[in-house]
């Protein structure tokens, strides 16, 4: 059993940086490869960035490219999401998730456990 907590979201103005924490606890953190979604009001829940279990292989989704970057910490058991350049498309909420598969890591539903969500709001 894994639990994650995300926060550090919050509104900012267009242009401005956040960096997102996901805490884990339970054990094994570090066998998971992690993931990043967000989901704004009446849209479906959009894949933002994983990270393998070693920290060794990452992958964005083209919109975040270059302007997010996702990082783990395995002995502190926490992922952080920092982002720049925020644009007002950014506003989501943004969840972490775990899975064990890094193959699987685009598929939402392939995910075990997931966070509650922090918002963020970028205003234009």
């Known amino acids: 059993q894994v639990r994650l907590v995300e926060s550090g979201g919050g509104v900012v103005q267009t242009g401005g940086s956040l960096r997102l924490t996901c805490a884990a606890s339970?054990?094994?953190?570090?066998?998971?490869?992690m993931g990043w979604f967000r989901q704004a009001p009446g849209k479906g829940r959009e894949f933002v960035a994983t990270i393998d279990w070693r920290g060794d292989n990452t992958y964005y989704a083209d919109s975040v490219k270059g302007r997010f970057t996702i990082s783990r910490d395995n002995a502190k058991n926490a992922m952080y999401l920092r982002m720049n350049s925020l644009e007002p498309e950014d506003t989501a909420m943004y969840y972490c998730a775990a899975l064990l598969d890094y193959s699987d890591a685009l598929k939402p539903y392939e995910y075990k456990y997931w966070g509650q969500g922090t918002q963020v709001t970028v205003s234009s």
């Open positions: 339970g054990r094994l953190f570090s066998s998971y490869t």
